[in-house]
């Protein structure tokens, strides 16, 4: 497929731009509670975002086939959705990097620093939204309709939530010192990812019947090409099997004994199935032009 | 300054396919790329009649290229600006400037912008511009053996053969406002009703 590029970059910018809002709540909450803790943290998951966006980016390249001119991508903001993505791809990069620094560098000044992550959160909201513009051509119909965009912010806000509580338990959440402590502080951000992560897959459930009720497609340049039924089972065994995992992980967590391998294990393999879920997903969205 | 466009008489194109091959030899066209594609639409079947069967069955051509449309999303979605249309409506690629992103194709609804995979941009019918400028027609309106192509002002076209119709399985063409008039074939408008197909997918379908 020749789009398989952009189902990665897709996919995981949006999962990126997802977990930089959720983190940036969980932030808010964190600095109520633990004070300076809570940049120690959330500093380390912060800077793990920078993986998906670099990951994400460098996929975007390999779909171009003069990728050495892809820096004329933002040429034609005036007209092009796709421009303004790429526009805003580079902001929230740049603005991620800027709050990211701060967090690691406590002589940064809190209003810049606050200054850079509002930018990166407001970037990252009109990235997705220009994402989904792209694809809402008045000559496609199979993807002008309002589930286009419903899915691309679901899909953030899903994998968002995975990303974050993944780093919650990959970087803090061994027990240390005082375990006891450790846990209050963290099984509500916990609860409240693994809610986020089931609530929003009922929720693609739902958007997945919008996008498949009526419309007719361009008679032209309808493919001969057919959407694999291994998809049509595969993605929704994928993400119930998420849906359950992300149910026990604050279960699990709260009976925790400082067993760090199983819990990084269950968190991983929630994240990995829920990612495995939203790249079928996406690749099925291509498939529907 | 005149507004370029093609005529198309679907009632008479036999799909000898002389004016894809026409394209592809004057453009040096790689094997995949077309940039005039006949399609061949069909539906119907046979009826039972008494003890036997009658034909049911209609076909009828399209030959169709870029159609250098009033609107051209093409030239909308384009993030690097080398979609580019002209005064006289002909639309064109910047070759310098295309990153190969392919967005122009997904736009398109007739299929007309393809990629080279060995130039690694896209590319299109150019409405033959050089022949224009030196008083010649189009490749693909020159080699038509039953002449069912013409181009030209779209005023004066429409004056010489009727206003443009709606024939399946274009799209609408509010869409994109294509610069095209078709005269349809008289069995067209069974298409409209009937269950009909593109019976040579498979030749036309680029992506």
Redesign the interface.
């Known amino acids: 497929m ?1 789009e398989r590029s952009l189902v990665v970059f897709t996919v995981l910018i949006q999962a990126a731009a997802g977990a930089f809002w959720v983190l940036c709540l969980l932030e808010i909450w964190l600095v109520r509670r633990a004070g300076f803790a809570a940049d120690l943290i959330t500093r380390k998951i912060f800077l793990a975002l920078g993986l998906l966006i670099a990951a994400g980016l460098l996929a975007s390249l390999f ?4 990728p050495r ?2 820096y ?5 903001l005036e ?5 303004r993505e ?1 526009f805003f791809s580079l902001c929230f990069a740049a603005s991620w990097a800027a709050f990211t620094f701060g967090l690691w560098f406590p002589a940064v000044p809190p209003w810049l620093r606050i200054l850079a992550g509002a930018t990166a959160s407001l970037c990252s909201l009109m990235l997705v939204y220009c994402m989904a513009r ?1 694809y809402m ?4 119909p199979g993807w002008n309709r309002p589930a286009t965009p419903l899915a691309f912010y679901s899909t953030a806000l899903l994998l968002g939530c995975a990303t974050a509580g993944a780093g919650l338990i990959l970087f803090n959440g061994a027990p240390r010192e005082d375990p006891v402590s450790w846990k209050i502080l963290l099984q509500p951000p916990l609860l409240g990812v693994a809610g986020g992560v089931i609530v929003l897959f009922a929720l693609e459930w739902l958007i997945s019947r919008l996008r498949d009720a009526g419309g007719r497609g ?7 090409r057919a959407v694999p039924v291994s998809s049509n089972i595969l993605r929704p065994g994928l993400a119930a099997a998420a849906a359950v995992l992300w149910a026990a992980v604050p279960w699990v967590y709260s009976g925790f004994s400082g067993q760090g391998a199983l819990m990084d294990g269950l968190v991983l393999a929630a994240l990995f199935l829920a990612l495995a879920s939203e790249l079928i997903g996406r690749y099925r969205f291509y498939q529907r ?1 | 300054m005149p507004h370029y466009a093609f005529y198309f008489d679907s009632r008479f194109c036999s799909g000898c396919k002389a004016c894809q091959i026409a394209c592809k030899d004057k453009h040096g066209l790689e094997p995949g790329l077309l940039w005039r594609r006949v ?1 061949e639409v069909t539906g119907g079947s046979w009826l039972p009649a008494g003890n036997g069967w009658i034909s049911n069955v209609f076909a009828y051509n399209l030959s ?1 290229a870029c159609n250098h449309c009033e609107k051209p ?1 093409c ?8 979609m580019q249309q002209r005064s006289d409506g002909i639309v064109l690629i910047d070759g310098e ?7 122009c194709s ?6 007309a912008p393809q ?3 060995k ?4 590319t299109k019918c150019t409405f033959c511009v050089d022949n224009l400028e030196a008083g010649l027609p189009p490749a693909c309106v020159a080699a038509c053996p039953l002449r069912v192509l013409d181009y030209g002002d779209r005023q004066e076209l429409e004056a010489r053969y009727g206003a443009p119709s709606q024939v ?4 609408e063409a509010g ?2 406002g294509p610069s095209l008039l078709i005269t349809p074939h008289p069995q067209a408008g069974r298409a409209q009703n009937e269950p009909a197909r ?1 019976a040579n ?2 030749e036309v ?1 680029g ?1």
């Open positions: 020749k779909h171009l086939g003069s001119k892809a004329l991508a933002v040429a034609n007209s092009s959705w796709l421009s790429i792209i051509l008045r000559t496609v361009n008679e032209l340049l309808a493919s001969t032009r | 399609y169709i999303i030239v909308e979605v384009c993030p690097s600006g080398a400037k295309c990153l190969g992103c392919r967005y997904w736009a398109c609804p007739y299929g990629f080279d995979e130039a690694g941009r896209m399946f399985p274009l799209p869409l994109t593109v997918r498979e379908d992506r």
